[in-house]
T-cell receptor, first 113, second 114 residues
Framework: ETGVTQSPTHLIKTRGQQVTLRCSSQ?????VSWYQQALGQGPQFIFQ???????GRGNFPPRFSGLQFPNYSSELNVNALELDDSALYLC????????????FGPGTRLLVL | QQQVKQSPQSLIVQKGGISIINCAYE??????FPWYQQFPGKGPALLIA?????SEKKEGRFTISFNKSAKQFSLHIMDSQPGDSATYFC?????????????FGTGTRLQVTL
């Protein structure tokens, strides 16, 4: 088990709503990355946060946004939810911004109806 | 664009057999190649990783073979056990970049039978 925790574990929303997912990074890790994993697919990089600023972004629209707090915990916010946003959202922490080893949390399963 | 291609999509191996999963990449800037193991309802867990300056890395029953010229790498699981039944993902990243973005393959579902 890694020290990365995520909440909630499961979430059901309807199309058009907004959602906030939370992540606590492993102790001592200052970098948090978020990934979206659709059913039967590999995780896709959403963005990374380092020192409370976005530091790299994947091919996701602006309605996906995030925050990192001084204690290195992080939030992922998704506005105007679409049915295709249904997925497992994974948070991963690492020791430094260019660190290779990323430790994943258990994920939040989001279902959009 | 699928930058890391993984095969097979699924694999059934008898207990004690060898499981082999293959990946190919396109981006020659990739310099770190981890393999992750994921059980249902869990996040991916780092299994083993390799850099392109070595052709093979072994940790217990798990071995990565790397072919830089062919831009291919593979995971071998020796003496496969039922507890190895999981989904395996290869990944790649540019470790010296400004952001450690992992690019994942599509996954291989491994089932080890008795």
């Amino acid at each position: 088990e890694t020290g990365v925790t995520q909440s909630p574990t499961h979430l059901i929303k309807t199309r058009g709503q907004q959602v906030t997912l939370r992540c606590s990074s492993q102790s001592g890790h200052n970098t948090v990355s978020w990934y979206q994993q659709a059913l039967g697919q590999g995780p896709q990089f959403i963005f990374q946060y380092y020192r409370e600023e976005e530091n790299g972004r994947g091919n996701f629209p602006p309605r996906f946004s995030g925050l990192q707090f001084p204690n290195y915990s992080s939030e992922l916010n998704v506005n105007a939810l679409e049915l295709d946003d249904s997925a497992l959202y994974l948070c991963a922490s690492s020791l430094q911004v260019s660190g290779e080893t990323q430790y994943f949390g258990p994920g939040t399963r989001l279902l959009v109806l | 664009q699928q930058q890391v291609k993984q095969s097979p999509q699924s694999l059934i191996v008898q207990k004690g057999g060898i499981s082999i999963i293959n990946c190919a990449y396109e981006n020659t800037a990739f310099d770190y190649f981890p393999w992750y193991q994921q059980f249902p309802g869990k996040g991916p867990a780092l299994l083993i990783a390799i850099r392109p300056d070595v052709s093979e890395k072994k940790e217990g029953r798990f071995t990565i073979s790397f072919n830089k010229s062919a831009k291919q790498f593979s995971l071998h699981i020796m003496d496969s056990q039922p507890g190895d039944s999981a989904t395996y993902f290869c990944a790649a990243t540019v470790s010296t970049g400004t952001a450690s973005k992992l690019t994942f393959g599509t996954g291989t579902r491994l089932q080890v039978t008795l």
